[in-house]
């Protein structure tokens, strides 16, 4: 039953807070540098709001299907790795940065795309990622063995 609750609870979270570091990873390689002056201005504050939502909802379509597909096999096989998940979030950074070839076409973007991957992975990882893998019942252990006999 703590299985099932921590597939249903923590698996979703995960992937929120993956969509959620990773998008606010390439706006922060956006706009990391003009931030103290886009929120002196509200119509500048009101731009970047939308871009975060934007970006929230393209990185989530994004990795929808592909992250379902990882999940499922990483809860399969208890696969628990941190570098596991990096390496599922940078591909499929990179991956979205292929497909998108017209939004993300300079090479700054691309490896932003890409470090955004990263990010969303060690973000999974932290919430459900570590808890992979249904629990397996206890392996009872070997019955000890009998002590000999002597004849007679």
Known sequence: M???????ILVPLGFIAAVLAAAFTVLAGWYGHQTADIFTDVEQTGYL????VWLVLEVGALAAVPTFVVVVLAELFRWRS?????????ALGLL????NGMLWDTPKD????????????LAYWLV???????ARAPETPPAPPLPPTSPG
């Open 96 to 99: 979205a940065s292929q497909l």
């Open 110 to 121: 691309q490896l932003l795309l890409v470090a955004a991957g990263f990010v969303g992975g």
């Open 49 to 52: 709001i939308g871009v975060a």
């Open 82 to 90: 941190v570098f596991f998940y990096l390496a599922v979030g940078g």
């Open 128 to 134: 459900a990622g570590r808890l992979a893998g249904l």
């Open 2 to 8: 703590a299985d099932l609750l921590r597939l249903v």
